[in-house]
């Protein structure tokens, strides 16, 4: 056990530092559920690619610079503390890219991580249904192979970014006579095709963040399956344990979050606070911290080549009720004026962005597999309790 | 040497020989049979512990231990809580022995301390530390001596001259003694900024020995219960195939998930940089309590009315993570020692300090 970074560690650090001190805008970008927001967060996404910072852990090959996980949690680290833009490209990144990784043909790899890192093509995830929400295996939308083609029809919904995104990846039945989790393949839809319709759907905060995609004999190449026809399930559940494992929500998030949070409790130390306030600043920063340990442990058993076990399933319901507890904390802070969605410079100033976070966070419980499923998988896999 | 957050396979195997000892010899069984006796102390099973060497893990070999630090001991600490272990090996092993250490390493005690030493290492229970954090010496009767003080002084007491007054705990294998000292009797070791510096060290020594302890705790908590909520069927069907059953040990599992690697990092922090092992120390003693005290709510509730009985060995664990949570500085002590470090205008806050000082270079020996 080493809790300290060698030199060569130190030196990325810095290297990261002095890059996002040189390149992050001064200003913080509009939001990437609008449409200027979303160009202005791909620009973003070009200059990263443009340092090869796009996804450190990537082969130089494709634009990465081969780190393994503990620098890239030193890169989050920076890159939180620099107060950078949220990656507009993160369903591409960090759910996408891993599974191209590991199960993309080195076509494919070709074909796709290169635009995926320089931001030319911004990636929608594409899973749920109206009647497959929970329960993924429900899907019904098909694929039906056509000579080299599939033609898709159905319909997906809660597709993040989908309404300014180029292309979506989710499940769907290759196989008309299967049921459940056979006969599903992970397809790339690119979402300018012929017979593709989106519709935006309104999130909490009034932004179109996700929406429906309507495929309608939607014709795409058989390149564009995924680790094999019937082979769908698999490839989700490794996507699934990126998403609630190591990649999707970085504890840096977090622990620049609840820095943030110390400070405004320092200064609001005068006001009459409810006093449960002084107990959820000191439970939200350890458990930050908590949350990161956590992640170097598992960071460090993978480079010395392990494995994640089933005990990751804990960690989504661990940082999505703590981004709850720290805006939650937060709004407690502001008080009555927490209310105010911020219109000018000074008032962005005195609330900070903690409105937009609270009602990011209300959705955290919700996405990548409800808590109430994660501790069904808790209980039934890493317990081993019954399941009937 | 890089960031290495991973046990050595030495470490994992050495733990896996002590816990499958102390999984043979100590059972509920003879757990229970203990609360019938005097002491509450099985000699035998100290001798053998300290046969296989933990005992003396943490005494420079120098003194004749085996020079080992926290993060070798730590998991060894956890899985005494596991098995309940009524003797206070953890305490022996984590507190005595390194504070036996610094007087002597300070050059503040002779010869009499080191025979401590070798009493300590040969599984007797020599000696006693009353630290003033805590108003009971567990086991206080078993020791011819007691390291005792207030505020910086540190001295040496004959047990003798120590008034003891036996105390019932909660848990039947806790044996509390409340002490009255002689002043006139005692060996003055230690005063000042050095006093005061000894006694920190042994509180936050003190701390890691219980956080350590309530997280072994709380996952056999949760192991019985899943045991127990598989076999009882009601409705026709294992009660453990309900969600809501399911739900509130997944919560409790969540808590050890998190509180595991605090502990563990809190070990490391005391063993390479003890002088600045607060922050680190409180908050594991927090979340270790929190999962623990969770434990034992939900646990006894998954038991249903088996779980507010005298004959289900829950309460054995149940009990024993009460009085931890407590013992070595409360919720309220160390929530305010990490209070008092983050209201601080020049604490290092952010993701970039979860490892303390960024220069941080000091490593532990593999």
């Known amino acids: ?388 | 040497m890089g960031m290495d957050f991973t046990f050595t396979e030495d470490q994992l195997s050495f733990v896996d020989a002590v816990r499958g000892m102390l999984s043979q010899e100590v059972t509920p069984e003879r757990i229970r049979a203990r609360w019938d006796t005097d002491t509450g102390v099985d000699t035998e099973f100290m001798t053998q512990v300290a046969e296989l060497g933990v005992m003396g893990m943490l005494i420079p070999e120098t003194l004749g231990g085996l020079g080992l630090g926290a993060t070798d001991f730590v998991m060894l600490a956890q899985a005494c809580g596991e098995m309940a272990v009524p003797e206070p090996i953890v305490e022996q092993v984590l507190v005595v022995a390194p504070l036996l250490t610094d007087i002597l390493e300070r050059g503040l005690g002779g010869d009499s301390l080191q025979a401590m030493v070798d009493d300590l290492i040969s599984g007797q229970m020599t000696v006693a530390v009353s630290h003033p954090i805590n108003p009971f010496i567990n086991f206080g009767d078993r020791s011819n001596w007691v390291l005792a003080g207030q505020g910086e002084e540190v001295c040496l007491v004959a047990r003798d001259a120590v008034a003891l007054a036996s105390k019932k705990s909660v848990d039947p294998s806790r044996r509390l003694f409340e002490a009255e000292l002689d002043n006139a009797n005692a060996t003055p070791l230690a005063s000042g900024d050095v006093g005061a510096d000894l006694w920190r060290r042994t509180l936050n020594r003190g701390a890691l020995a219980t956080a350590a302890q309530l997280v072994g705790l709380a996952e056999a908590m949760v192991a019985q219960s899943v045991r127990y909520t598989s076999d009882r069927a009601q409705f026709g069907r294992a009660i453990g195939t309900n969600q809501a059953v399911k739900h509130l040990l997944a919560d409790v599992a969540v808590q050890i998930e998190y509180a595991k690697p605090v502990v563990y990092r809190a070990a490391y922090t005391v063993e390479v940089s003890p002088s600045r092992a607060d922050f680190a120390v409180s908050h594991a003693k927090v979340a270790a309590s929190r999962a623990a005290l969770l434990a034992a709510r939900h646990c006894i509730q998954v038991h249903g009315a088996m779980g507010y009985t005298w004959e289900c060995d829950l309460q054995i664990w149940v009990k024993r993570a009460w009085a931890l949570a407590r013992e070595w500085g409360d919720e309220g002590f160390h929530k305010n020692r990490i209070h008092e470090w983050l209201l601080q205008s020049n604490a290092l806050l952010g993701p970039e300090f979860t490892f303390g000082r960024r220069t941080l270079t000091d490593t532990v020996a593999a």
């Not at chain 1, 006579?177 to 999130?203: C, F, M, W, Y």
């Not at chain 1, 004999?217 to 995924?226: H, Q």
């Not at chain 1, 000191?282 to 076990?309: F, H, N, P, W």
Request: hydrophobic fraction near 40%; charge should be negative.
């Open chain 1, 1 to 388: 056990m080493n809790l300290g970074y060698s030199d060569s560690q130190q030196a990325f650090r810095e290297e990261v530092r002095d890059w996002l001190k040189a390149h992050v805008p001064a200003q913080a970008l509009p939001s990437f559920d609008t449409e200027e927001g979303f160009e202005a967060h791909r620009a973003w996404e070009r200059t990263l690619a443009e340092g090869n910072w796009g996804m450190v852990t990537w082969p130089e090959a494709y634009g990465g610079r081969g780190c393994d996980l503990i620098e890239w949690l030193i890169f989050e680290e920076e890159y939180y503390r620099a107060g950078a833009p949220l990656r507009v490209n993160q369903n591409g990144i960090f759910l996408l890219g891993p599974t191209l990784m590991e199960y993309g043909t080195e076509e494919q790899k070709a074909r796709f991580i290169p635009a995926m890192a320089s931001g030319d093509e911004i990636w929608a995830q594409a899973w749920s249904e109206p009647n497959a929400g929970s329960d993924m295996a429900a899907i019904r939308c098909s694929a039906t192979r056509d000579g080299d083609d599939f033609v898709i029809n159905g319909q997906k919904i809660w597709s993040t970014r989908a309404v300014f995104a180029d292309w979506g990846f989710g499940l769907f039945r290759t196989d008309p006579d299967s049921e459940r989790h056979h006969g599903l393949s992970k397809i790339l839809v690119p979402l300018n095709a012929d017979g593709v319709t989106v519709r935006p759907i309104r999130q909490l905060n009034g932004l179109p963040g996700f929406a429906e995609i309507f495929f309608d004999d939607v014709r795409v190449p058989a390149f564009n399956v995924l680790g094999g026809e019937g082979e769908g399930w698999r490839i989700a559940m490794a996507t699934a344990g990126f998403e609630r494992g190591l990649m999707l929500r970085s504890p840096a998030r977090f622990q620049q979050a609840a820095k943030r949070l110390v400070r405004l409790y320092r200064e609001h130390t005068q006001d009459l606070l409810d006093p449960s306030v002084e107990d959820a600043v000191l439970r939200c920063y350890m458990d930050a911290e908590a949350y990161a340990l956590s992640t170097y442990q598992t960071a460090s058993k993978l480079v010395g080549g392990g494995s994640i076990g089933p005990e990751a399933s804990c960690n989504k319901i661990f940082w999505s009720e703590l981004d709850l507890l720290i805006h939650e904390t937060a709004m407690k802070l502001l008080g009555a004026r927490g209310e105010l969605e911020p219109a000018t410079p000074s008032e962005l100033q005195e609330l900070g962005p903690w409105l937009d976070g609270f009602l990011f966070a209300q959705s955290g419980p919700i996405y990548a597999g409800t808590n109430e499923i994660q501790r069904n998988i808790i209980a039934e896999r890493m317990l081993g309790m019954p399941r009937k």
